[in-house]
């Protein structure tokens, strides 16, 4: 029996897709953004789906990267993610940009994810997930980056494919810092007693 898994990302200045077919890649797609992921999404999705001739109840599992990155970013893929598989009745499998660049990265070099203002998301083995300035990433270990979007979601498939069918627990959001909102600098009007 074939095995059919999309898998997205938008964790990223990017959006992208994949649909992997028994380990094969039948297309793989990213589209640089640095917004409009949200409108992107699910049109990019049914564009893969179509140019494969497959449907989305053709699906066996979705796959989707959880971050970190992108904090609109990671809640758009995982939102869209949970919402498919409860509509179609398949597993979501949740996959960290660190689990994805691991399958691809060369001995001897630090698994990196930009971040803002000169950081980098690294995860060194024995260490909780680090933000650090890239400077400081760089004496650790030579970093690796993907190139793009579509590296990393070809890897998101590819773990998908291994993982869905013990998935049980439906992709959060995987972050590592807190939102960097900060509340408005408006001032609030005056209320006056009447």
């Not at 499998?93 to 990196?112: H, I, K, M, N, Y």
């Not at 627990?169 to 959060?172: E, I, L, R, S």
């Not at 995987?174 to 009447?194: G, H, K, N, Q």
């Given at each position: 029996?074939?095995?059919?898994?999309?898998?997205?990302?938008?964790?990223?200045?990017?959006?992208?897709?994949?649909?992997?077919?028994d380990?094969?890649?039948?297309?793989?797609?990213?589209?640089?953004?640095?917004?409009?992921?949200?409108?992107?999404?699910?049109?990019?999705?049914?564009?893969?789906?179509?140019?494969?001739?497959?449907?989305?109840?053709?699906?066996?599992?979705?796959?989707?990267?959880?971050?970190?990155?992108?904090?609109?970013?990671?809640?758009?893929?995982?939102?869209?993610?949970?919402?498919?598989?409860?509509?179609?009745?398949?597993?979501?499998?949740?996959?960290?940009?660190?689990?994805?660049?691991?399958?691809?990265?060369?001995?001897?070099?630090?698994?990196?994810?930009?971040?803002?203002?000169?950081?980098?998301?690294?995860?060194?083995?024995?260490?909780?997930?680090?933000?650090?300035?890239?400077?400081?990433?760089?004496?650790?270990?030579?970093?690796?980056?993907?190139?793009?979007?579509?590296?990393?979601?070809?890897a998101?498939?590819?773990?998908?494919?291994?993982?869905?069918?013990?998935?049980v627990?439906?992709?959060?959001p995987?972050?590592?810092?807190?939102?960097?909102?900060?509340?408005?600098?408006?001032?609030?009007?005056?209320?006056?007693?009447?």
């Open positions: 029996m074939s095995t059919l898994i999309l898998a997205f990302d938008t964790s990223g200045p990017f959006c992208a897709a994949a649909l992997l077919r380990g094969d890649v039948l297309v793989a797609r990213s589209e640089e953004m640095k917004r409009g992921q949200a409108e992107r999404l699910m049109p990019l999705l049914e564009e893969v789906l179509a140019k494969c001739g497959v449907t989305w109840r053709d699906l066996d599992a979705v796959g989707v990267g959880i971050g970190p990155g992108n904090f609109t970013g990671i809640r758009i893929s995982v939102s869209a993610a949970r919402g498919l598989a409860l509509g179609l009745g398949i597993p979501a499998v949740g996959v960290t940009g660190f689990e994805s660049l691991e399958l691809s990265a060369p001995d001897g070099t630090l698994p990196a994810i930009p971040a803002p203002r000169d950081h980098v998301y690294i995860r060194r083995s024995a260490k909780p997930p680090e933000l650090l300035p890239v400077s400081d990433a760089t004496e650790i270990a030579p970093l690796y980056l993907a190139e793009d979007g579509t590296e990393t979601v070809i998101i498939a590819r773990i998908a494919a291994e993982r869905y069918l013990n998935a627990t439906p992709p959060a995987f972050y590592i810092r807190p939102a960097d909102a900060a509340p408005s600098r408006d001032v609030p009007p005056v209320l006056l007693d009447e």
